[in-house]
């Protein structure tokens, strides 16, 4: 071969080699999904616990079917029900067994309403008889099966009805219903967004009675929200929302009895709160959870469905706030399990069925971060923890008596685990900052790896193109406290240069950003803005969680003043390091994280010189009751908490370059927020950049808008750092 000819092509190979590992990351990619991970689908356990079902989505035919798999071969066993083979829709997008799993409950036209509620049209299928039966031709919530299989229970129009399968003819049970006034087995807005559940009626075990919430939001104030849409007038949506010291609805808890067709009032001593129903496995116990308007005393009562006495099982007070959960496990006997920050860490404790300790299951300088289930034939507590470290995650067991603990999955790193029905297999999902996610089969008892599902060695591989900082985990040390922190640098870094910082957080009330997991989306953008040249930290300060119960809640009555004391305290420290050019400095955040950098770039003019704010608050006066006096206590109490951190009180303290932007159609953080700071900042006579994308809610998505806006963001970070 000519020598000349060979030099050139090993050069050419060299150079191409060099290419393919310079790509550089763009926003179009990031928000296209290029480095979208592989996941599991949603499975749901049989019964049986050897099996699990699917919903699976055939692209090319536009058909869904529920498919059954082998927990121990992973292979398909049976196709259920495609809605290929019915008439009567194209496709469903979600569905739920009878007790005994002889029937489906199919939606389908579903019609999203706030964050978790939507209207659909559901229909029954007989698995057996392949028999197939519409609900009600109008669009419902919340069905549910009668533990018998013979009656669908469902709201419409704020009251329940109960649907005969066998019959196809429904029965209304509760009658005073009305938008915007009365709501009858579905929660109001802000129990939906703060306290996490939509469907607010239950069947007891045997199916002969329905507990339900009943709300009066007659005095709740009303907000109204302008949607532009793309006709000649914009339409208004009303709603109820109770701000921040004003009143809420006042809630009721009712059992119907589905033989006599009776309803009665329980007398709960005038709660203001009932985050919580659930029935005890005896059929005429309810176990019935208020909390106090401050959320600092929550008692777990039990109603004795037979004459409709109540008596309280145990109490939980804390000096700032009682967190609930969904971690209320019945045992066969009506013991039960449940979780507690009393003794400074979250963990699980056992009591009887009267309500007396028996037992603190596990104890520790750590967090239970999940509570799994209990295995009442292995005697086994399943749960996840952060025993390997306030940023990792691990999956353990241990018995009822505390003893036996078991380390199952603790690789470094974020381990999850979704278990069987009867505990004999989980599936692991876990992952790093250096691993994409990673779905492998274990055995429940000895946490031993049965065969790995599904990996995204893909994804790594295609990664590998792209020159990406490495997420470097550390502490640094901010008043006092070891901060978690990580830094990411340009492949390139050169400690002898100067780098401009840019710092992301979110800061909220028990939230974690520095976490050894894989990359979200904002990863990805931190990523891109790295390979041009900036270095992205990111400190979890005071008030953020799994760190135990007093760091969390030192921020009570105070929100936005440590935390943001923290983040400019931080920022500073980092400015000493000699490859951070101290001039450079920026922070952003959204929502709580726009809230926070917002008063950054006040407080800690002297240190920031620019800063983002996407959706924030920008007084708490405007969010919330549930969320914001869990934390406050009520403007009224209150006053110097809520306005002394809220921004738009000292908008001339602005130096440097600020970007505010909200979505006008944002039902949660109203876009008031960014309105009122807006006029504040004209009134100062500061100059400063903001945007509103039209009807777009709170994620500010849809279309091309991620793009938009992230784009827009990116410019702003490349003009003003």
């Known amino acids: 071969m000519n020598k000349i000819y060979f030099f050139v092509l090993i050069a050419f190979l060299f150079n191409k080699n060099l290419q393919a590992q310079d790509k550089t990351i763009s926003v179009e990619q990031i928000y296209q999904g290029a480095f979208r991970t592989e996941g599991m689908d949603a499975l749901k356990s049989m019964k049986n616990g ?13 058909t869904t079917s529920v498919d059954k798999y082998d927990y121990t071969t992973l292979s398909k066993t049976q196709t259920i029900v495609s809605s290929g083979d019915l008439e009567e829709m194209q496709y469903f997008t979600s569905y739920e067994f009878s007790e005994d799993e002889s029937q489906l409950l199919l939606a389908t036209d579903v019609e999203s309403i706030y964050r978790h509620s939507f209207l659909a049209h559901f229909f029954v299928y007989n698995i057996a008889s392949k028999n197939l039966v519409k609900v009600t031709n109008d669009k419902i919530q919340e069905p549910s099966l009668s533990p018998d299989g013979k009656t669908i229970s469902y709201v419409l129009d704020n009251n329940i009805y109960l649907f005969d399968i066998a019959a196809q003819k429904s029965e209304q049970i509760t009658f005073d219903g009305e938008k915007n006034k009365i709501i009858n087995g579905i929660t109001d807005w802000v129990y939906e967004e703060e306290f996490a559940f939509v469907k ?20 709740v104030p009303e907000f109204s929200m302008d949607v532009y849409g793309s006709e000649l007038y914009q339409t208004q949506e009303v709603f109820k929302y109770p701000k921040a010291g004003e009143e809420n609805a006042s809630v009721s808890l009712h059992l119907y009895d589905v033989n006599t ?14 985050p919580r129903i659930k029935w005890m496995n005896n059929a005429n116990y309810l176990s019935v959870q208020t909390i106090n308007r401050h959320q600092n005393h929550l008692k777990l009562h039990v109603v004795n469905a037979k004459d409709n006495s109540v008596n ?32 400074g860490n979250n963990h699980i404790y056992l009591y009887s069925d009267s309500g007396k300790l028996m037992n603190q299951i596990t104890k520790g300088d750590w967090e239970v971060t999940n509570y799994y289930g209990y295995d009442q ?28 603990k078991k380390a199952l999955s603790v690789a470094e790193g974020k381990n999850a685990a979704d278990f069987s029905t009867d505990f004999s297999y989980y599936i692991n999902t876990f992952s790093s900052a250096e691993t994409p996610p990673v ?14 599902i599904k990996d ?33 640098k ?14 992301y957080q979110y800061s909220g009330p028990g939230s974690q950003n520095v976490s050894n997991s894989w990359n979200s989306a904002n990863d990805y953008w931190h990523q891109m803005l790295v390979s041009q040249g900036y270095i992205v930290a990111c400190v979890d300060g005071r008030g953020t969680g799994f760190k135990g119960r007093d760091f969390k809640k030192v921020t009570q009555k105070e929100l936005g003043k440590y935390e943001v004391e923290d983040q400019i305290a931080a920022a500073k420290k980092l400015s000493e390091l000699p490859y951070i050019d101290e001039n450079r400095t920026g922070i952003w955040g959204w929502s709580y994280g726009g809230f926070m950098s917002t008063n950054c770039i006040l407080k800690g003019n002297d240190v920031f010189e620019m800063a983002i704010a996407v959706a924030p608050v920008t007084s708490w006066r405007f969010y919330d009751t549930i969320y914001t006096e869990r934390y406050m206590q009520t403007p009224q109490e209150n006053a110097s908490g809520y306005d002394d951190n809220s921004p738009f009180n000292y908008p001339e303290l602005l130096k440097g370059k600020y970007l505010v932007v909200h979505g006008s159609g944002d039902d949660n953080v109203h876009v008031q927020n960014t309105m009122r700071m807006v006029e504040a900042l004209i009134q100062a006579n500061k100059q400063f950049e903001w945007a509103i994308y039209p009807d777009k809610n709170h994620g500010i998505y849809g279309g091309n808008t991620r793009i938009h806006l992230f784009n827009k963001l990116t410019d702003f970070v490349q003009k003003n750092l």
Do not use: C
């Open 50 to 62: 050897k099996q699990y079902t699917v919903l699976n989505f055939d692209r090319s035919t536009r």
């Open 200 to 219: 607010a009626y239950s069947w007891n075990v045997n199916g002969s009675k329905i507990a339900f919430l009943r709300f009066d939001e007659t005095n």
């Open 261 to 274: 067709k009776n309803t009665a009032k329980i007398d709960l001593g005038a709660p203001y709160y009932i």
């Open 312 to 343: 309280i099982l145990i109490e939980e007070k804390d000096n700032a706030y009682v967190d609930v959960t969904d971690n209320l496990t019945f045992l066969a006997d009506d013991s039960f399990i449940w979780t507690s920050e009393k003794d």
């Open 377 to 404: 034939n292995e005697d086994k507590v399943y749960y996840q923890s952060t025993e390997n470290g306030s940023i990792n995650r691990g999956v353990y067991s241990v018995s009822s008596n505390g003893k036996g």
């Open 439 to 452: 779905y492998t089969l274990n055995e429940a008892v000895s946490g031993k790896k049965i065969k790995n």
């Open 456 to 488: 995204n060695n893909a994804l790594l591989s295609t990664l590998k193109k792209y020159n990406l900082g490495r997420k470097e985990f550390s502490t640094i040390s901010i008043n006092g406290n070891e901060l978690n922190m990580y830094m990411i």
């Open 490 to 503: 340009p492949h390139n870094f050169d400690a002898a240069k100067k780098y401009p910082l840019f710092m």
